[in-house]
């Protein structure tokens, strides 16, 4: 950081409005998620999918939101944060109709990619400003943060379970939500701070290699991703082909899973405080495995959607502390978790794919059987974290972590870490 970067947000109402209005930016990201989730099996059945060409498609939104992520920092570094934030969520709200309007397979194989980019991008933007806001106020607010985003995809998705349960139309469903979101994405954003690079900083680079010593702690977020991509994904269709459930019930796997996400996530900060991220994350398997077990012996959808629950509050906060982990070890922390970073994306790159190839060639139980095993890997690698603990309490830095990005983290001196699009940001 420039060490102009003084915090800008100097009055108390400032302060509160630029909390307000990015808590509800990731409420708004989270819940164009949610809407399209939760209309996945009425994009299937009405393209007539197998399992597999289904799951195809649904690795297009991972491999478009990878290949457009670094477009997000340089948009940053340009036109400033909150020009970015609202052009990419903007973009973001209105690629929500596509998907529903595909004809046919290849065509939505394309509106997946480029509705995976825009979510990429504005991901990778709203989360540089929560930082940029973060450092500002001095207090964690990351938890808080990715809470709403939950809470958003969960209040999304409840529209979309009455949708289901009308036996609406996807198409205009799904356009009617974009529009509504599109027009409350454009007064939230006015109310954060212009935060824009500071003069003569370079654009951010397009690619980092990462040091080995993220790998490791990387395969710790790899499971959780692998387990959060697969459940919100295949929920729905696991609940209607493997126990029978309604379209309504179908639909309503992912509130259970998003339910238990946010309250998980909005809680886990005290969680982490007291146990600890090694102890924390060995929970957190346990209960995500006892999850899955009961997903894989469900008959029926009272048995499949509790499973699905504790899938969420298993995995909540395991990425966000391998991400902070990441930013313990090593001489450059950005660089670390860059590395995290590639590990944990191609879970979610590849989860959607390999759950739809398995369950095309044995069946949607054998998956999530993948999905059960990968939970108790969790389990037995959370100990992988413990070296990066130690290594902070030798820095004496345990508790401020370099990415605060995620969840259970906390602020660190602006001078000592770059901002995550790669630029310094300064307000003005």
Same mark, same amino acid.
């Given at each position: !950081? ?23 930016? +990731? ?47 340089? =948009? ?33 194989? #394309? ?21 940029? =806001?973060? @450092? ?5 607010? !990351? ?17 979309? =379970? ?20 599109? %027009?409350?994405? @454009? ?37 959780? /991703? ?34 238990? !996400? ?23 398997? #346990? ?7 009961? /997903? ?8 499949? =959607?509790?499973? +699905? ?25 950005? @660089? ?24 095309? #060639? ?27 603990? @130690? ?8 508790? %401020? ?28």
């Amino acid at each position: !950081m420039s060490s102009t970067a003084t915090p800008p947000l100097e009055q108390p109402a400032a302060r509160r409005r630029a909390r307000a209005s990015i808590a509800l930016v +990731f409420a708004v990201h989270g819940a164009v998620s949610g809407s399209f989730v939760t209309r996945i099996p009425w994009i299937q059945d009405r393209l007539d999918l197998s399992p597999g060409q289904l799951g195809l498609a649904l690795v297009m939104p991972a491999i478009g939101s990878s290949l457009a992520m670094p477009l997000a920092g340089r =948009i940053t570094h340009r036109h400033g944060g909150r020009a970015a934030v609202r052009g990419l969520l903007s973009l973001w709200c209105l690629a929500l109709a596509l998907p529903a309007l595909a004809p046919s397979l290849p065509v939505l194989c #394309a509106v997946l990619l480029l509705y995976g980019a825009t979510a990429g991008m504005a991901d990778v933007a709203m989360n540089a400003q929560g930082v940029e =806001i973060e @450092q500002r106020l001095g207090r964690s607010i !990351m938890s808080g943060l990715h809470g709403m985003w939950s809470a958003g995809g969960l209040l999304a998705s409840a529209f979309g =379970i009455l949708a289901a349960h009308l036996a609406l139309d996807a198409r205009l469903q799904l356009a009617v939500t974009a529009l509504a979101l599109l %027009a409350l994405a @454009q007064p939230v954003c006015r109310g954060l701070p212009d935060l824009r690079a500071a003069a003569g900083a370079e654009a951010p680079p397009r690619f980092a290699l990462p040091p080995r010593s993220s790998l490791v702690i990387g395969l710790v977020g790899f499971c959780a /991703v692998f387990a959060e991509g697969a459940s919100m994904d295949w929920s729905g269709v696991y609940l209607r082909d493997v126990t029978g459930a309604s379209a309504t019930l179908a639909a309503a796997s992912y509130t259970a899973f998003s339910l238990t !996400m946010a309250v998980s996530r909005l809680a886990g900060d005290a969680v982490i405080r007291r146990l600890g991220a090694v102890r924390t994350t060995r929970l957190g398997g #346990a209960v995500a495995t006892a999850g899955g077990l009961l /997903v894989v012996a469900a008959d029926r959808p009272a048995l499949a =959607i509790p499973g +699905f629950a504790l899938l969420g509050v298993g995995i909540a906060v395991t990425v966000p502390l391998a991400f902070a982990a990441a930013g313990r070890i090593g001489g450059n922390p950005s @660089q670390a978790i860059a590395g995290v970073a590639t590990v944990t994306y191609t879970s979610g790159l590849i989860a959607p794919a390999v759950i739809g190839a398995l369950a095309q #060639a044995t069946s949607l139980t054998v998956s999530f059987g993948l999905v059960t095993a990968l939970a108790l890997a969790l389990l037995l690698s959370a100990g992988a974290l413990r070296r990066a603990e @130690q290594h902070a309490d030798g820095r004496g830095t345990a508790h %401020a972590p370099a990415d605060r990005s995620r969840p259970g983290t906390t602020a660190t001196d602006p001078e000592s870490t770059g901002s995550p699009t790669g630029g310094s940001l300064t307000a003005r």
